[in-house]
């Protein structure tokens, strides 16, 4: 088991405790109405409603609410399952849960070998910073530092905690990545979405101009990480829809018709990687792997139609044929509610990922049942994605236990 999906919590210090001291403020934790909320810049976002995550949703927590409601359902809970009860509606969190040695022990009793851990707070930073490049540059150098010292970026061959990398100033970009790759890391965290500039505009990671970060990345082989974060595409809903104000991932009011169908395409993850394929990147360096984590597969067949009907049109536009480049260069993390084995037909075994998304309380309760989506396929593949894969992405004996 190699989970490619798990996340840490950070402490109210991770953006704070590295900040240079005429950066000091720019990264606040304020009480509004007695509960705590963040501010970047003096404005109080709503990202996280409680972003000192001392309280949170219980692991799976809407995957059982679904089991239990829906008994009659193929993932219907049944006697031998970890849990039969309905989740309370939030847990007062471990230290499991912010903490590198306690979550070794957790991982041990969920039976995962290995994980990626991603940070969760850290997917507000670059959106909101936007407009102030260098600010965003010294906020995650500042997370870097603190993910270094408090998880390390690979605690003992088992937990690969994901550094993030902001790219608005190139030559600062370089030297972040070569200051995590100095200190061990394995993976890094891309945000899959535009790059802002000084100027107010944004552009494609994939284009030339960052020819020269992407050799780094190539030679180094690390593998980029491109979980999902706050991408900027509410800037797009807002336009049709007339409003104003920032992406809130969990906001229980009900969306319109038109963002709920928009967003079901999942057109962040989509336009991310066809850039990558469309403008050439994954061409010109041909050795580096992409894995978006967290954006499911429902955008997978929509985007492979397109690049089969273009490319049959207008090959000469192409470098090489976009279906090449995908299978070559991208992994994918399909969602357990998705239809593994449809994208299976679709990319074929041996770029798919596992991922649980745990602790969160959207993510799974217990990460190992994600094999009983793949029961109908051999052993072996289902060993790929449950972890095959991942471990030799990383350099490591997909057969090798790290349980103890």
Known sequence: MFDADNHMYETTDAFTKYLPPEHAGL??????NGRTKIALRNQITEYIPNPTFSKVGPPGGQELEFRLKNPSSKTALKPGDKVVAAPPRYIESPPAFFNPAERLALLDELCIDRAMMWPT????LEERLADDPEATHVVVHALNQWMHEHWTFNFEDRIFPTPVITLPIIDKAIAELEWVLERGARV????????????????SLALPEYDRFWKLVQDA???????????????????WEGHTGEFLPFDKARPSAFSAIVNADYRGIKDVVTSII?????????????MPVENGSAWVKPMIASFKKVYARTPEIFDEDPMV??????????????????????????????GSDYPHVEGMFDPVTFVDELESLAKEDQAKIM??????LLGYDPAESRLP
């Open 278 to 290: 469309g403008h050439g990147l994954a061409t010109r360096f041909p050795d580096i792997r992409f």
């Open 188 to 203: 890094i965290l891309i945000r899959p979405a535009p790059v802002p500039d000084n100027n107010g505009r944004r552009r």
């Open 27 to 32: 990264v606040k934790y304020v009480q509004v």
């Open 221 to 239: 082989g690390v593998l980029v990480g491109m979980h999902a974060s706050d991408d900027g595409f509410t800037r797009y809903l807002n336009e």
């Open 387 to 392: 972890g095959g894969n991942l471990a030799q």
């Open 121 to 124: 707070l850290a997917s507000l």
């Open 325 to 354: 480049a995908f299978k070559r260069s991208v992994y994918v993390h399909p969602f357990h509610e998705e239809n593994v084995l449809g994208l299976i037909d679709a990319m074929g075994i041996d770029n798919i990922v596992f």
